[in-house]
């Protein structure tokens, strides 16, 4: 899944452009999303890319409800919800898509971000004020969106074997924290390289910086492919 972490429409556009025929999801968060609009996430879907929104939606269960609702009017493959947000407010989640499915709209993914990938364990202890180490507090997390029917859960691949483990392999795991061998790390914690992940069974890895800063985006993305194609 590649990040188009962009400020507007057009930075994406290059990106596509440099990346066209290359089969990947293409992951729209927050930034572009505010700039852009749904209407560039249903381009993309007109032209057949697979689409992960990356909103985060953590809010009252009926709020909730309601943007789930209007995200898969959209047609997303995948979009997520903040586990943090408690087990009623992710069945609202699906309550929202099973309501857009009546109006003809096809059922995505459903997911739940556990931690972020740029949280240590000093930020989950002491400014999250959660106890505990970093993985116990993601595997709470990833049961909970099991319980309440999600099909998976955000977290970073050195959770992916306990989640699997706890929630069964057809659980999905989306990761970002992927960094290639010598990459900068930025502002993740808890990371992995493209083939480490894989390794540990991952079922999609999130990678932008690496691929959207690289001198070229093609040979980068290229690169990471080979990388696995070779595991």
Known sequence: MVALDYPEAAGAEKLLRELEGIPCFMKVGMQLYYAAGPAFVSALKERGYSVFLDLKMHDIPNTV???????????????????????????????????????????????????LTSTSQAVLNDEIGIVGPVEEAVLRYARLAREAGLNGVVASPQEVVAIKAACGNDFQTITPGIRPAGADIGDQSRIMTPAQAITVGTDYMVIGRPITGAPSPREALESIIKELMAV
């Open 65 to 115: 409800k309601g943007g789930s609702n209007s995200i898969t009017k959209l047609g997303v493959d995948v979009f997520n919800v903040h586990a943090a947000g408690g087990r009623a407010m992710m069945e609202a989640a699906l309550e929202g898509v099973e309501a857009a499915l009546t109006a003809g709209a096809k059922r995505p993914s459903v997911i739940a971000v556990t931690q």
